[in-house]
DNA sequence: AAAACTTTGTTCGCTAATCAGACGAAGTTA
DNA sequence: TAACTTCGTCTGATTAGCGAACAAAGTTTT
């Protein structure tokens, strides 16, 4: 089968007021579109007849005949999401409504070569296959989340800091192999993380955003003028390096003071080891001691629950550190939300509260008035989501607007 | 005469591309647009006779009869940009080919109550009509440049800090009294001598740059996949209060170490003043003795010519905070130009090669392998011709989308 | 419960948009 | 000078798309 499905401008426009509307009435369709409900229907007819719609229910009166209610005929095929991870592998499987039927999840290394990474993503996607009792020629398109940047055209790793062996590794080529019918798209986590806050979370609809992960590393995700800024290299978002501090200790990237250096994970597990051998929190030691003598963030997050004010006083830390590039990056890009998710959202209010008052303290009042600071609420999940909808986004494509050599 | 131009979408498909090329013939509309030859020749036939094409010269023949070339017809009317700066109002009169036809600036002080400054804009406007010998009602549009944040579909700047009169004043308004047939789209200053860039400018084509302008103040204009990027507010590119250090000196909008209070002209002007009297540098106090004991930027730029060291490290000292933001916004934003102009760029190489090496550090290799960072060689006229590219960039618009209440 | 209205979606005839191809005009090349 | 090219127009033929009428399936009024 020939894939991404092309469609005319006039098929497209009705997909898109299909995919706004997630249901659609042919009366519903030519008021949007403006054309006569003569050429709605001819157009609509044919879409079904290619079997890319179906008439699946009865709508309610409006004190008249009931509307006959239109979406995506999910019985065209399935499209998978891939995500992944540092240390998982996420794979989604999904019918063409964006319905999650199968997740399976496995630990994995992406330091490994990159052909072992995709062959236990490729074999995942088999097993969903399997559970779903489905065949991978019924796969439309595949979406892929990787932890770097990615030149989103030709769906390969650019100088990847967390990969280095993915440098240049073409994903698509190697996803083409086992499921040539399907399309393959690949971009950055947390591009795909934003993606999937745009279409199934918080920021429905939202113009300029900026989704922001914190765990191991720290990056974001940009959207500006509703559309992913990925930048001329594909590697924007990339703020764990911005310098917090010119003073500050050695980050692996070499140089001094970088935010992912003081403010993520590992600096806060540092923080805390300190904080629990200097006897200056009992809580932390005693967490510490029950857990092998190894300090974690989640230990950290453990204890501010129970109240240890070094530890709060640590998330506090990390969280004006954010806050500081924050509040230069809203004054840059001047966006309505930020979402922050990440491993570290699970610090709970404490952290929000550090982050927000030091955006506040340094941004400028226009920019700030109308400005939201919250944890993205589909968090963990954003990224299952954003691959879905990044293979559901190219799905149907306008026949006169080629975009991509999938 | 209606303004904008109401454009079919078929007629607004032979606008873009007559945009694009500036000049071309019937044919070659007929290929880029795929339609048979016989639609393109009766639809430009049409825009002729509406007048808004003219046949105005032969092509060179590429092997058989010579194509007879269209552009814009610049006898339709005029349009004009008045680009309101902090001490300068300058008043452009343009056909619609973007030909500067007449340009005059005057002083002005936007301090001043928002409808003296209008009405001499209001004034400049007439005079530049009498010059050319053109009547008010032959101004299609109106683009204004204004140094403050912009409400860009009111046409209402918001809380400038510059200009606090200005507060919900609507430029449109006062403008659509004098010159009632015209269109008028306002903007921020620096987002439209970006526009001029990409328009006439280095950034033709580009799809994500960063223009800066330094002078009394810091701002930036961002294009971002080939558009302004104005936030959700109007006020993305605020970069002068970016902090770059937290005990620094207090800047005026009441946070410490804004890098417009460290590197921008006035604090530029105090480091010199101190060099001066403290006898560090000889001929940085010969030339504010010769000035009425008055330091001055312009006056350190011409130590700087002489070679004078205190005044270069005062520059390299600037170059460096503004290249240390600046590494920030490259990691997130991965822009693949900057351009640099405003009166500061005067300085020289020395400034620039200070900001180059301050990127260059603090950056991601990626988001700097491709990096180029130059002044804008258009940069003091950037302004102007952002005005006129603004009025022109509304002077045709599809009648489907409409996009401002002008 | 029948009659009158409403809304949905299809059918049908007519108009206008648009195409392919022929053609004349105006060049260049052999 | 003849043969070929390219540009733009013109001419039927086709088709896309509209409005209006209509059938289907409701709801509301009487």
Known sequence: MKTPILLSATEAEIVRALRRKGQI????????????????????????????????????????????????????????????????????????????????????????????????????????????GAQAEQI????????????????????????????????????KQDFPGAFVVVDNDVNIMALGEQRYGDAYGLEHFIFIKIGTGI??????????????????????????DKQGPICKCGNRGCLEAMAAGPA???????????????????????????????????????????????????GQMIGDVLAGLVNFFNPSHIFVAGGISNFGNHLLVAIRRAVLRRSLPLATTFLQINFSRIGATAGNKGVIALALEYLFVDEDKPFLNV
Chains 1, 2 share one sequence.
Request: charged share 25%; proline share 5%; net charge negative.
């Open 25 to 132: 009435s042919r009366t519903q369709v030519a008021d949007i579109t403006g054309w006569s409900k003569a050429k709605t229907s001819t157009e609509i007819r044919a879409l079904i007849g290619k079997g890319y719609l179906i008439e699946y229910d009865e709508g309610v009166s409006e004190g008249g005949r009931k509307p006959k209610l239109l979406r995506f005929n999910d019985q065209i095929g399935y499209v998978v999401g891939i995500d992944i991870g540092a240390t998982n592998v996420d794979v989604i499987l999904a019918d063409v409504l964006g319905n999650v039927l199968q997740l399976l999840s496995e630990p994995a290394d992406v330091r490994q070569p990159p052909a072992e990474v995709m062959a236990q993503a490729a074999a995942l996607v088999k097993l969903v296959l399997d559970l779903q």
């Open 140 to 175: 439309l398109g595949i979406g892929v989340g990787v932890p770097g940047p990615v030149d989103f055209t030709r769906g390969v790793l650019v100088a990847p800091p967390l990969m280095p062996d993915w440098e240049n590794y073409s994903i698509r080529s190697f996803l």
């Open 219 to 244: 990056g974001s995700g940009i959207v500006s003028n509703g559309k992913i800024h990925r930048g001329s290299n594909g590697c924007a978002g990339d703020i764990g390096h911005i310098c917090v």
């Open 268 to 318: 806060i597990a540092e923080k805390a080891f300190r904080a629990a051998q200097s006897g200056e929190s009992d809580i932390l030691r005693r967490m510490m001691n029950e857990n092998d003598g190894i300090m974690t963030p989640e230990l950290v997050s453990a204890a501010c629950r129970e109240g240890d004010e070094a530890a709060l006083e640590i998330i506090r830390e990390s």
